[in-house]
């Protein structure tokens, strides 16, 4: 069903200094960053070879990485986002399986302007899944 | 100085529910456990198309995965691992610039038979990072 790992998402406090350690550090081209409103978050891109990491910063006071950033003030790791070819056929085999969808349970555009769903955590060994239509 | 998104590590409280939710629920390859007594864990990897996650299960008691799952029992994301091509180069350089490494400070055997070594979650974003050799 998955397919590609799109990106591993890191929530940081400070993005220009997040951009800056990958960048500089560790010699790797990131993005410019990019405000996302409708999702509460400033993102850029770390382009590796084979996957990216997004770096995200929250955008507004409602920033869903308010919260998280409260328990983990240096950052950390966020969420991982897969590929599928059809994200309305993956989720709906998901929820009938169990799964639960976060939000709406409907798709929105992401960041790269695909649509975007992401999964309970619960349900995936602790770890928040985004799925991403390929 | 880094390349490759070698792989995700997610530590998982049961590594057979686990490699049963990649395999059976999300349609992808996952080999079969290894133990790593020197590292304290028991690992699957899921082989996506572009990259891998390491599933790991805490081996003995001395694990060092059993004080990240009684804070996280459901399991959650652990690590990110990228290769290098000189990890003695690239530790050395990052050392220079302040960065910790974590244990002795010299690489071990990793999983793949490769040497690897793991930096200090303060000094990368909150996120544990692994460096192993390409």
Chains 1, 2 share one sequence.
């Not at 590796?48 to 240096?74: I, M």
């Not at 056929?89 to 709406?104: E, F, K, N, P, W």
């Not at 798709?107 to 390929?134: S, Y």
Request: aromatic share 4%.
């Amino acid at each position: 069903m998955i397919g590609r790992l799109n990106h591993v998402g890191i929530a940081v406090p400070d993005l220009a200094k997040a951009c800056a350690l990958y960048r500089d550090t560790l010699g790797v081209p990131v993005t410019a960053p990019a405000e996302m409103p409708e999702h509460g978050v400033t993102v850029s891109f770390v382009e590796l070879p084979n996957s990216k990491l997004e770096l995200l910063e929250p955008l507004g006071d409602a920033s869903p990485l308010r919260a998280f950033l409260e328990k983990n003030p240096a950052g950390g790791m966020h969420h991982v986002c897969y590929e599928v070819e059809d994200i309305i056929a993956a989720r709906d085999t998901l929820v009938q399986g169990g799964a639960r969808v976060l939000s709406s349970g409907e798709p929105k555009i992401g960041a790269g302007g695909k649509p975007v769903l992401f999964l309970h955590p619960k349900d995936f060994l602790g770890t928040l899944v985004e799925l991403k239509q390929a």
